[in-house]
């Protein structure tokens, strides 16, 4: 069994950075690729990154390239968010999950909201 648990969401000012941290448990965790979604009220979840198991390739929405980077650490089974630059249209609760997303591995997200 998986269980994802993100942290490291906060208010923020435009601008402004965060880190986010996937803890995940079990075994299908490293062999995955992994990816961030998001989701706000309202809007559709979207997949905003991916990382391959091995952490060599990476991919992102086009509208967060060159602000988001996504890691991680299979070791300590950890993925990894860096957003810098943030702007409002980021906030969103933030979700990491397989990709393609395990339908019951998704935990409870951490808040993002970036204002002024």
């Known amino acids: 069994q998986v269980q994802l648990v993100e942290s490291g969401g906060g208010l923020v000012q435009p601008g402004g950075s965060l880190r986010l941290s996937c803890a995940a448990s079990?075994?299908?965790?490293?062999?995955?690729?992994m990816g961030w979604y998001r989701q706000a009220p309202g809007r559709q979840r979207e997949l905003v990154a991916r990382i391959n198991s091995g952490g060599s390739s990476t991919n992102y929405l086009d509208s967060v390239k060159g602000r988001f980077t996504i890691s991680r650490d299979n070791a300590k089974n950890t993925v990894y968010l860096q957003m810098n630059s943030l702007k409002p249209e980021d906030t969103a609760v933030y979700y990491c999950?397989?990709?393609?997303?395990?339908?019951?591995?998704w935990g409870q997200g951490t808040q993002v909201t970036v204002s002024s």
């Open positions: 999950n397989t990709v393609p997303p395990g339908t019951y591995y």
């Open positions: 079990g075994s299908i965790f490293m062999k995955n690729t």
